[in-house]
Nanobody
Framework: QVQLVESGGGLVQAGGSLRLSCAAS????????MGWYRQTPGKRREKVAG???????NYAASVKGRFTISRDNAKNTLYLQMNSLKPEDTAVYYC???????????????WGQGTQVTVSS
């Protein structure tokens, strides 16, 4: 069984910073692409940032220059450093990982349970 557990969400004032973490655990053989998504009520989940196993990154235009995605492959952990936060960044943030289990050559997408980020104006 695999789990992705996010942490680091909370309430912050506009202009502030937060760092989200996502720890993957379980019978993992390898982790390929990882990413962060966010969702607000009544809207579709949108991709915030992604990172490949070799460290290549991509960002949504709305967060480019303010957010930084990174990963620690030794710890199977994904991070999202969020700076200069705006009220419109308020959402539930989810991490996702494309990974291979120890017991199978197949690859699967896993999602965390989400962490709330609220930015007050």
């Amino acid at each position: 069984q695999v789990q992705l557990v996010e942490s680091g969400g909370g309430l912050v004032q506009a202009g502030g910073s937060l760092r989200l973490s996502c720890a993957a655990s379980g019978s993992i053989f390898s982790i390929h692409t990882m990413g962060w998504y966010r969702q607000t009520p009544g809207k579709r989940r949108e991709k915030v940032a992604g990172i490949t196993s070799d460290g290549s990154t991509n960002y949504a235009a709305s967060v480019k220059g303010r957010f930084t995605i990174s990963r620690d492959n030794a710890k199977n952990t994904l991070y999202l450093q969020m700076n200069s936060l705006k009220p419109e960044d308020t959402a539930v943030y989810y991490c996702t990982a494309d990974l291979q289990l120890s017991s199978s050559p197949a690859r699967y997408d896993y999602w965390g349970q989400g962490t709330q980020v609220t930015v007050s104006s």
